[in-house]
Nanobody
Framework: QVQLVESGGGLVQPGGSLRLSCAAS????????MGWYRQAAGKQRELVAA???????NYADSVKGRFTISRDNAKNTVYLQMNSLKPEDTAVYYC???????????????WGQGTQVTVSS
């Protein structure tokens, strides 16, 4: 079993910044992909950003140029730097990791509990 623990959420004014962190722990052989999803009230969960072990990234169009995803493979941690925040960014942000427990097992998606980000004056 793998656990993902998010931190860094909170209340910020429009135009401000937040940095989210997610640390993975447990039975981990390798983490192939890590990412951030978000779910606003009344809406479906959507991909915000993702990053592979080798550092390749992709972003939702709505956050390109404002958000930056990064990871520290030695610490099994992924970060999301969020700048120029807008009220539309308000959502619960969930960490996701595609984890392999051994050389012989299939990778499996794990999810964090989520952290609230509220952008408001």
């Amino acid at each position: 079993q793998v656990q993902l623990v998010e931190s860094g959420g909170g209340l910020v004014q429009p135009g401000g910044s937040l940095r989210l962190s997610c640390a993975a722990s447990g039975s981990i052989f390798s983490i192939l992909t890590m990412g951030w999803y978000r779910q606003a009230a009344g809406k479906q969960r959507e991909l915000v950003a993702a990053i592979t072990r080798g550092g390749s990234t992709n972003y939702a169009d709505s956050v390109k140029g404002r958000f930056t995803i990064s990871r520290d493979n030695a610490k099994n941690t992924v970060y999301l730097q969020m700048n120029s925040l807008k009220p539309e960014d308000t959502a619960v942000y969930y960490c996701n990791a595609l984890v392999s427990g051994s050389y012989y097992t299939q990778p499996y998606d794990y999810w964090g509990q989520g952290t609230q980000v509220t952008v408001s004056s």
